[in-house]
């Protein structure tokens, strides 16, 4: 299984990314799918989350309105469009594909984006 994030860099406060996490190896339409961040010396953080079944997100309360999680299926890719970049919004940004039975969970290795202010 791999997931492999891309779609990082560096950009300015207020303008946008859109992270993608390509997925192999795995039934990926049955997996839910999450993007999580972990800036310096902080925890790993739930950023956006998109169920497998019925398609429901949910989001941190720091990013709703302006970031958007969504997928395709066809192409076994997930996405994070992120717009009105903040410089908090800093950290290396990681996928997470998730099953709830079995439990199974596999992380990408992350791509780190930096909003300058």
């Known amino acids: 299984v791999q997931l492999v994030e891309s779609g990082g860099g560096l950009v300015q406060s207020g303008g946008s990314l859109r992270l993608s996490c390509a997925a192999s190896?795995?039934?990926?339409?049955?997996?839910?799918m999450s993007w999580y961040r972990q800036a310096p010396g902080k925890e790993r953080e739930l950023v956006a989350g998109?169920?497998?079944?019925?398609?429901?997100?949910n989001y941190a309360d720091s990013v709703k309105g302006r970031f958007t999680i969504s997928r395709d299926n066809a192409k076994n890719t997930v996405y994070l469009q992120m717009n009105s970049l903040k410089p908090e919004d800093t950290a290396v940004y990681y996928c997470?594909?998730?099953?709830?039975?079995?439990?199974?969970?596999?992380w990408g290795q992350g791509t780190q984006v930096t909003v300058s202010s």
């Open positions: 190896g795995l039934a990926f339409s049955r997996y839910d």
């Open positions: 997470k594909a998730a099953l709830v039975w079995p439990r199974i969970n596999y």
């Open positions: 998109l169920s497998s079944g019925d398609g429901s997100t």
